[in-house]
């Protein structure tokens, strides 16, 4: 399984962004995301994640009621819709999947797939 993350960029604090993570393969409707960052300095961190299907989503405390993770299994892509960004949620962002059929996990080291990263960076 092949992650590519992208979409991050430089916003002012306050401001959205919608990140994109495409898979490859024919096993990602099968795999439970997720989203982890890493700020400089710290370690990686939790911040969303999502079941196979999209009926069911956890959120780190810091995020909950800004950001939104979804799925399009038909694209074989997983989106984190940013909003009320703020300079603390600066960090390169990456996707992971899980194995098939594995459920929802908080902690990486049960994500076996990673993607590179892409860098948010939020000014205040």
């Known amino acids: 399984v092949q992650l590519q993350a992208f979409g991050g960029g430089l916003v002012q604090a306050g401001g959205s962004l919608r990140l994109s993570c495409a898979a490859s393969?024919?096993?990602?409707?099968?795999?439970?995301m997720g989203w982890f960052r890493q700020a400089p300095g710290k370690e990686r961190e939790f911040v969303a994640t999502?079941?196979?299907?999209?009926?069911?989503?956890v959120y780190a405390d810091s995020v909950k009621g800004r950001f939104t993770i979804s799925r399009d299994n038909a694209k074989n892509t997983v989106y984190m819709q940013m909003t009320s960004l703020e300079p603390e949620d600066t960090a390169v962002y990456y996707c992971?999947?899980?194995?098939?059929?594995?459920?929802?996990?908080?902690?990486?080291?049960?994500?076996?797939?990673w993607g590179q990263g892409t860098q948010v960076t939020v000014s205040s």
């Open positions: 992971a999947a899980r194995r098939a059929a594995w459920g929802i996990s908080l902690y990486r080291n049960e994500y076996a797939y």
């Open positions: 393969g024919r096993t990602f409707s099968t795999r439970t």
């Open positions: 999502i079941t196979s299907t999209g009926g069911g989503t």
